[in-house]
């Protein structure tokens, strides 16, 4: 069986269980009004009568349930504004059974004549349980289904005490208006620091962050440094006035296409000026030095990784002195700018057919607080090495694909098609994270590694 034809099986099994909980449903809200109706007992009608005359009831239901749209609807994404459909369906089926009582009496074909009273309750009920049911699946699937759930593991919390760290510092953080150095700052900011350098070249990017903290009254000084990392005679200002403790350095190129195009730019960007940064480190005798790495440094064949690699070369080359300097490995991060997340998301907001480069790729993925966090641990530990996290097992950029669509209320293939593009130059089919115990010392933080030279 085909994909299309696998979701086509689940589309109509669970338009049948919509239907089963909806018979469900209205039994309760039938038989509900009848011992309202009846101060609690019930009637002398048999049991045969009671079944006859639900079935009227829940067929002229399911017939304007159906008319009204109503199973069109997926579960997951109904919202208050389709509330009123099942209010619609639930009140004509009541004026219908109403009519039927008045022009055709129910004891012809059900053996029984329920009172008016019972068919207006049970609008009541039935428009209550019709619809409580359904708000309380989308409950449930907006607490399941999460960013959290399509990486297929445990999210990993670091803990406080890396906090303490940078209590009372001043700390440098490059690529500030990035997804991974804004929220480096924001987290860095709650640790009450003495002030915060947030050095980034894009003015909007450096704009949107100084105008979120500035907002967020946090009482720690911060500054935005409109400066580009490959520029020497800027940084060095920033590192005699205002003499760093900390640096942790995220400005970069990730896109790997983009940088197999323009390969002297990811260079300069990516290696140099972590060379550069990194030494001037070294040279106003900062405390701490994290470099932002990549999973794709891991045997690199992708220009970017190996400019990522050079970088960490380059780093760690310098330890020895007074500055302890480290590097961070991460995966791909959820919802950061121009991730495959984001692309997704877009895609399937227009409905336009989503696009996977291959239907064996996989990746690594983490959320953007796992991903700080390991920053901020690695920051305040005393090793010169490369951490890595522990991101568990690959997830393929298929599943992730139909994951996404299926949270969004959609089928894939079915609403919504997938479409294979071919992988881009550059481009492993997996990517590469070993944390083996002949690969990777175990530290005493949970999940987090330190790489084997």
């Known amino acids: 069986m085909d994909r299309k034809a696998k979701e086509t099986v689940i589309f109509a099994a669970t338009r049948l269980l919509g239907v089963a909980v909806d018979a469900v449903s209205l039994a309760f809200a039938y038989y509900g009004a009848i011992l309202l109706r009846f101060d609690l007992q019930a009637p002398r009608w048999g049991w045969f009568a009671v079944l006859s005359s639900f079935s009227v009831v829940a067929a002229v239901h399911f017939i304007f349930l159906g008319l009204t749209g109503c199973y069109r609807l997926a579960w997951r994404r109904t919202s208050l504004r389709d509330l009123p459909r099942y209010f619609a369906a639930a009140f004509i089926a009541c004026v219908v059974l109403t009519a039927m009582r008045f022009a055709m009496p129910f004891d012809s074909f059900a053996h029984v004549r329920p009172p008016y009273s019972v068919t207006l309750i049970c609008f009541v009920l039935a428009s209550v349980f019709l619809v409580i049911w359904r ?64 050095v980034e070249r894009g003015e909007t990017a450096l704009y949107n962050i100084e ?110 002195g007074e500055t302890s300097f480290c590097a961070v490995r991460f995966g791909n991060v959820f919802g950061s700018s121009g991730s495959v997340v984001q692309l997704f998301r877009e895609q399937i907001a227009a409905r336009s057919p989503v696009t996977v480069t291959d239907p064996r790729m996989e990746r690594y993925f983490m959320m953007v607080s796992e991903a700080v966090g390991l920053v901020l641990q690695a920051a305040s530990r005393t090793e010169k090495a490369i951490y890595t996290l522990d991101m568990g097992q690959r997830v393929k950029i298929l599943d992730l694909a139909e994951g996404m669509i299926r949270q969004a209320g959609y089928r ?42």
Request: hydrophobic content about 40%; overall charge positive; proline content about 4%.
């Open 211 to 320: 105008r979120e903290v500035r907002a967020g009254k946090r009482g720690v000084e911060t500054l935005p440094l409109m400066k580009d990392v490959n520029d020497e005679r800027a940084m060095r200002e920033i590192f005699e006035e205002h003499k760093p403790e900390i640096v942790l350095h995220a400005a970069a190129y990730k896109h790997v296409p983009m940088v197999e195009m323009n390969p002297e730019e990811g260079w300069r960007n990516n290696t140099e000026a972590t060379r550069l940064l990194a030494k001037l480190s070294k040279e106003y005798a900062v405390k701490r030095f994290v470099l932002i790495s990549t999973d794709k440094a891991v045997n690199p064949v992708s220009v970017m990784g190996k400019t990522k690699k050079a970088a960490e070369k380059a780093v760690m080359e310098l330890n020895g």
């Open 135 to 198: 708000i309380a699946w989308c409950w449930f699937w907006e607490m399941r289904s999460s960013e959290k759930s399509l990486i297929n593991r445990e999210v990993l919390h670091m803990g406080q005490s890396a906090a303490e760290f940078f209590s009372d510092k001043v700390v440098m953080v490059t690529g500030a208006g990035g997804s991974i150095g804004s929220e480096i700052v924001r987290q860095v900011i709650a640790a009450k620091p003495k002030k915060v350098l947030m």
């Open 412 to 453: 894939p293939y079915v609403d919504i098609p997938i479409v294979f593009i071919g992988a881009r130059p550059g481009e492993k089919i997996c990517e590469e994270i070993d944390v083996s115990e002949k690969s990777a010392y175990k530290t005493d933080a949970a999940k987090i590694h330190i790489t084997k030279a």
